[in-house]
């Protein structure tokens, strides 16, 4: 009894083949490690908490679409901060039309910034340069 409790133990502890087990724990670790990253990217705490807020008091505005891919990227400069962003939705969900609203504010390419004066500037933004057009610090 004793020894087929060594033996099974032995055949327990020797490499037998390695089977998927391997491949399997680099894809879960992988996985995890993505993940990760993506949710401290995508959850930033407001590091731009103050500067968004400034932008609203300034009365500028972010026209985009739900599906414009650099609409997207100019969200993702101000991390969860950009909830303080005043935005107008242009598009209309179900079709590539757009709202009434932004085709009457002279909307044409997305996304596009509205200043308190009228002037607009198309196409993603540098933080840095709405700073400077706003007057609003990035510190």
């Known amino acids: 009894m004793v020894e087929e409790r060594r033996q099974r133990q032995q055949e327990w502890l020797e490499p037998k083949g390695s089977g998927p087990w391997p491949i399997i724990l680099v894809a879960v670790v992988a996985v995890l490690i993505f993940g990760g ?3 401290v990217i995508k959850h930033k705490s407001g590091t731009h908490d103050a500067f968004a807020k400034c932008l609203a008091e300034k009365q500028v505005t ?6 414009c891919e650099h609409c997207a990227e100019q969200k993702t ?4 901060s950009f909830k ?3 935005y107008v ?3 209309i969900k179900g079709s590539r039309s757009e709202q009434p609203e932004c085709i009457q504010a002279g909307i044409k390419n997305f996304p596009t910034w509205k200043f308190a004066d009228g002037s607009l500037a198309e196409g993603t933004r ?6 400077q057009k706003s007057g609003c610090s990035l510190q």
Do not use: D
Not at 77 to 80: D, E, L, R
């Open 84 to 86: 303080h962003i005043p």
């Open 126 to 131: 540098p933080l840095e340069f709405l700073s």
């Open 37 to 39: 990253a993506f949710y």
């Open 89 to 91: 939705e242009c598009g």
């Open 62 to 67: 972010m026209y985009g679409l739900y599906w």
């Open 77 to 80: 400069m101000f991390g969860s």
